[in-house]
């Protein structure tokens, strides 16, 4: 009888141990199913999750695990960067078995496209896409030449420490750049007066630009206060990314509408002349000459 019940025991035992490891294989196996429903489904970490709008535009600002792009229009959108985002760029950049891209390609002023999720959050990046031209043009912008961001950020805080609280300059040229009505598209003779103006400031110790753009009397106020904005926003990107003028040494763009006209607007050519774009070269009195 003791025989009997040590075995039955031992059965006992065994069947409770078989059936606490299948309980936990069971559990086990259900995690990757559920982490899973994460990724593909309408759940993950930052909530609700939908199919966001495909975004197209450069990269205005970057912060940590956020990034700012701005479209052709002037629109402003604030996209998240994960460990899932993937990367992509034109062939031949990342070719012959080199480094896949990372999210430290993303440089202010690269053009970009970006196919995004809808989140609780705002819109979190699914993949970014970008051109080879287009990096190497970003990289020129945010070092000029081969030297590092920190040696560029050093330089700017550097700059702007010199300039402390003087606020009154000397200007030493203004170029102007003309546009067609209600347009802020740049001729081919504005590309080339812009790239001429950075060129000659280039050669000008401690010289800063100063962007602003005007419209003429054509259009009401909102109107016209958008259409300045964007103005100086296409000359701005122009200077940085073709004439590859370093983003450090830009004073803040803004747009000033129909005010300061250089000629009268009651007639076509005075318009014409006040449709425009101005770009200042200056230097601070505090450090003329230095």
């Not at 259900?30 to 535009?57: C, F, H, L, W």
């Not at 318009?271 to 230097?283: H, I, T």
């Amino acid at each position: 009888m003791s025989i009997i019940s040590n075995k039955s025991g031992k059965l006992a035992l065994l069947a409770m141990l078989t059936m606490s490891a299948s309980g936990m294989v069971y559990a086990q196996e259900q995690v990757p199913a559920a982490a899973e429903g994460q990724q593909s489904g309408d759940i993950n970490v930052y909530g609700t999750r939908t199919d966001g709008p495909e975004v197209k535009g450069f990269i205005s600002a970057r912060s940590g695990d956020k990034m700012q792009v701005t479209a052709e229009d002037g629109t402003k959108s604030v996209i998240v960067l994960d460990d899932a985002t993937k990367y992509k760029a034109s062939a031949g950049l990342f070719g012959g078995g080199g480094p896949k891209p990372t999210a430290q390609a993303l440089l202010n002023g690269l053009p970009v496209t970006v196919k995004t999720w809808q989140t609780d959050i705002g819109l979190v990046a699914n993949q970014v896409t970008f051109r080879k031209g287009d990096l190497k043009t970003a990289t020129m912008i945010r070092s000029g030449t081969e030297q590092g961001f920190e040696e560029q950020t050093a330089a700017t805080e550097a700059l702007r420490g010199r300039m402390g609280d003087i606020d009154k300059y000397n200007i030493k040229g203004t170029t102007n750049v003309n546009f067609d009505t209600g347009k802020h598209a740049l001729s081919e003779q504005g590309k080339a007066d812009l790239c001429a103006a950075a060129a000659s400031a280039e050669g000008i110790d401690n010289a800063l630009l100063l962007v602003v753009g005007y419209t003429d009397s054509v259009g009401d106020e909102d109107f016209n206060q958008t259409l300045s904005e964007k103005r100086a926003s296409r000359v701005v990107n122009y200077l940085q990314q073709a004439c590859k003028w370093k983003p450090y040494r830009m004073l803040t763009p803004t747009g000033m509408a129909e005010a300061d006209p250089l000629a009268d607007n009651s007639t076509p050519e005075g318009k014409a002349q006040n449709r425009r774009v101005a770009v200042n070269v200056l230097v601070s009195k505090g450090l003329d000459g230095l």
